[in-house]
């Protein structure tokens, strides 16, 4: 019997695929961005493997139609050039489908990648943040972004020319984003974005250099990117994806989890 996804696993789902269009787009004009019946694409065609995005977007899914979404999505991965990541929101699966879903993305030639979390919460507005240690700097010149584009690389272990890639020339996140780089001294160390989607702020490609971690330096940066957006915008509610690691994080900023989120890649 199929359950009904709570309402924040869906507006999880739905905040990727609208953040993830005005992102891809912005980054490639001439993107592959799509809503096919179960199945979204938002593919930039980029080496920064995170602007090639599919994911299911069915709710209360089966395990016969997960199946031929998983079948719809690695074809469509497979007529691609760049490697991309597979989103699947596991509150989306009814109870069937859950437990199938790993032998069934293996069947349609997937292999796990890592493991994330939606998360999200009516916890805006927040305290201006301060640590003794930073000073932040929005992101408004190509050279902030080179350096906001070498966190990631360096927090993730991506190359740092694709992520640099990723990034460049964007007037995206020169104008709309509030994103910020957390300066110690002049060294950026961490790094958050917040951008404005149906009605919420949508956190965005948090990072922290691993040299610096367990500092509080992401989290307080996370605080500068959501009070900004906060201010400017008006908006109370913030959602955000995590990883397993970053996780632990944003409960203390005030976010909730709502549904695990399993990325995949195209086995070799």
């Known amino acids: 019997m199929s359950s009904t996804p709570r309402a924040e696993s ?23 961005v799509r809503d096919l019946p179960g199945v979204a694409v938002r593919w930039g065609g980029s080496a920064f493997s995170f602007w090639n995005c599919v994911t299911l977007t069915d709710e209360a899914v089966g395990v016969d139609l997960m199946r031929r979404r998983l079948d719809k999505a690695a074809g469509i991965m497979r007529a691609k050039t760049h490697p991309g990541f597979l989103w699947v929101f596991e509150d989306l699966l009814d109870a069937e489908a859950r437990p199938a879903l790993g032998a069934a993305a293996e069947a349609a030639g997937f292999q796990y990648a890592f493991g994330g979390i939606g998360m999200a919460g009516d916890l805006l507005p927040i305290p201006e943040p301060h640590h003794p240690d930073l000073a932040f700097v929005r992101v408004s010149t190509d050279e902030h972004l080179q350096a906001y584009a070498d966190l990631q690389a360096r927090a993730y272990g991506l190359p740092v020319e694709d992520c640099r890639g990723g990034l460049a020339g964007s007037v995206l996140w020169k104008s709309k984003m509030h994103a910020y780089l957390a300066l110690h001294g002049d060294t950026p160390v961490a790094c958050a974005a917040t951008l404005p989607v149906q009605g919420r702020l949508f956190v965005a490609f948090v990072a922290t250099d691993p040299q610096w971690q367990r500092r509080g330096y992401g989290e307080t940066v996370t605080r500068k990117a959501l009070y900004e957006g906060a201010r400017t915008t008006g908006l109370t509610r913030a959602t955000l994806h995590a990883t397993e690691a970053g996780a632990p994080v944003y409960p203390r900023i005030g976010f909730t989890a709502n549904t695990p989120i399993h990325f995949y890649t195209l086995k070799d």
């Open 10 to 32: 869906v507006e999880s789902m739905q905040q990727l695929c609208v953040a993830w269009r005005a992102m891809v787009e912005d980054h490639a004009p001439d993107a592959d």
